[in-house]
């Protein structure tokens, strides 16, 4: 079945630093991939996503790569800031499921020092 | 601000008793989405209905557990006789039935089953 590995957290950072979340997937078609947030007391958010190979998703400084060679979907920030902390998904949707249900990661939780 | 709404937003019930959880999605959207989120892992799909239609639950979803769609509208969970492993939280998702297309949650019910 289809399944989301991300890197687990906390990730602690000081503002202005680099920020990567690792994601890599599995799927038994071909997936669409998602990054959604979670802010402090607030539901998910859609991040970004990508919907084909090679395809960059990119909103409010995030970025991110479906790459399906490695079958990764890797989310960056050049410069973090302590707004940014939160609890970041990834997921993917596969054409082959019905409905296009969602399957998640188990969420990465950041934390941005001043 | 017409986004997917959940009610109530926390539930505090004893072992054996019944709960009931609404969602009210975006107007337009005929795809409604029940997932549950345990305490640091992500989202689990539970089932999800196209206008009144329940077309898919997931093996998570036990006998206990009961969705309606009525008029295709806004949607019930009910969960009999609860017992302590369904302390989680329950998001509701909305969509058009548009392939792949962005699902938009609502904020939650936090459900704790004493």
């Known amino acids: 079945g289809d399944s989301v590995t991300q890197m687990e957290g906390p990730v602690t950072l000081s503002e202005e630093a680099f920020l990567t979340i690792n994601c890599t997937y599995t799927?038994?078609?071909?997936?669409?991939l998602f990054w959604y947030v979670q802010y402090p007391g607030e539901g998910l958010q859609l991040l970004l996503k990508?919907?084909?190979?090679?395809d960059k998703g990119s909103n409010k400084g995030f970025e991110a790569t479906y790459r399906k060679e490695t079958t990764s979907f890797h989310l960056e920030k050049g410069s973090v800031q302590v707004s940014d902390s939160a609890v970041y998904f990834c997921?993917?949707?596969?054409?082959?499921?019905?409905?296009?249900?969602?399957?998640f990661g188990g969420g990465t939780r950041v934390l941005v020092k001043p | 601000d017409t986004g997917v709404s959940q009610d109530p937003r926390h539930k505090i019930t004893k072992r054996g008793q019944n709960v009931t959880f609404r969602c009210d999605p975006i107007?337009?959207?005929?795809?409604l989405y029940w997932y549950r989120q345990t305490l640091g892992q992500g989202p689990e799909f539970l089932t999800y209905?196209?206008?009144?239609?329940?077309?898919?639950k997931s093996r998570l979803l036990s006998d206990r557990f009961s969705a309606e769609r009525p008029k295709g509208s806004f949607s019930t969970l009910e969960i009999q006789r609860t017992e302590q492993g369904d302390s989680a939280m329950y998001l509701c998702?909305?969509?058009?039935?548009?392939?792949?297309?962005?699902?938009?949650f609502g904020p939650g019910t936090r459900l704790l089953v004493l």
């Open positions: 998702a909305s969509s058009r039935a548009v392939v792949l297309e962005t699902q938009y």
């Open positions: 799927a038994t078609g071909y997936p669409s």
């Open positions: 990508a919907t084909k190979a090679d």
């Open positions: 997921a993917l949707s596969d054409d082959k499921a019905a409905g296009n249900k969602l399957t």
């Open positions: 107007s337009e959207h005929n795809r």
């Open positions: 209905f196209q206008n009144e239609a329940q077309l898919e």
